[in-house]
């Protein structure tokens, strides 16, 4: 179900304490326009911003940007490990959602994986592969995926559209 924005500004009219509003936002551009049908003070996201850390910088989600915030995670996440592997794993299959799509082998070893390093590392392949196909179509990859046409389906949209 879409989030209901005028039911947000509704509730915005009706009190006087700071309202944040949260749902419907996948892109950059729906933070703007979530404001401005809501009126609300500030905006959340949860799943969009699961997948993609930058949308508030402003960065669209694409098949590049994924990989450059995941070598950013794998970065961070060998400097300062979390204390158990599965909330790596997690963050992955979100960061990498559309690369896991067209690279199902690793998919399935990232899902069987069990320690930190090995999880890293399947990341880390992921990306070297993703890197490739950028430098094969560099125009695709670096297509901005989150809309309804994007040339990839993300994690934010996986339940949100019918299947094909």
């Given at each position: 179900?879409?989030?209901?924005?005028?039911?947000?500004?509704?509730?915005?009219?009706?009190?006087?304490?700071?309202?944040?509003?949260?749902?419907?936002?996948?892109?950059?551009?729906?933070?703007d326009?979530?404001l401005?049908?809501?009126?609300?003070?500030?905006?959340?996201?949860?799943?969009?911003?699961?997948?993609?850390?930058?949308v508030?910088?402003?960065?669209?989600?694409?098949?590049?940007?994924?990989?450059?915030?995941?070598?950013?995670?794998?970065?961070?996440?060998?400097?300062?490990?979390?204390?158990?592997?599965?909330?790596?794993?997690?963050?992955?299959?979100?960061?990498?959602?559309?690369?896991?799509?067209v690279?199902?082998?690793?998919?399935?070893?990232?899902?069987?994986?069990?320690?930190?390093?090995?999880?890293?590392?399947?990341?880390?392949?992921?990306?070297?592969?993703?890197?490739?196909?950028?430098?094969?179509?560099?125009?695709?990859?670096?297509?901005?995926?989150?809309?309804?046409?994007?040339?990839?389906?993300?994690?934010?949209?996986?339940?949100?559209v019918?299947?094909?």
């Amino acid at each position: 179900m879409p989030c209901d924005w005028e039911a947000i500004a509704a509730v915005k009219r009706a009190v006087d304490i700071p309202v944040v509003s949260n749902g419907g936002v996948e892109s950059p551009e729906d933070l703007d326009e979530c404001l401005k049908a809501t009126g609300a003070d500030g905006v959340m996201s949860s799943e969009a911003a699961l997948e993609n850390v930058a949308v508030f910088e402003g960065r669209g989600t694409s098949r590049v940007v994924q990989r450059q915030l995941t070598a950013e995670y794998i970065e961070l996440a060998r400097a300062h490990p979390p204390r158990c592997a599965s909330v790596v794993k997690a963050h992955l299959f979100k960061l990498l959602y559309m690369a896991l799509e067209v690279h199902r082998e690793h998919r399935t070893r990232l899902g069987d994986a069990v320690d930190t390093a090995t999880i890293l590392n399947l990341a880390t392949e992921v990306c070297a592969l993703e890197e490739a196909a950028e430098a094969a179509e560099p125009l695709k990859m670096r297509a901005r995926c989150d809309h309804e046409h994007g040339p990839y389906l993300t994690w934010y949209r996986r339940h949100r559209v019918p299947p094909a």
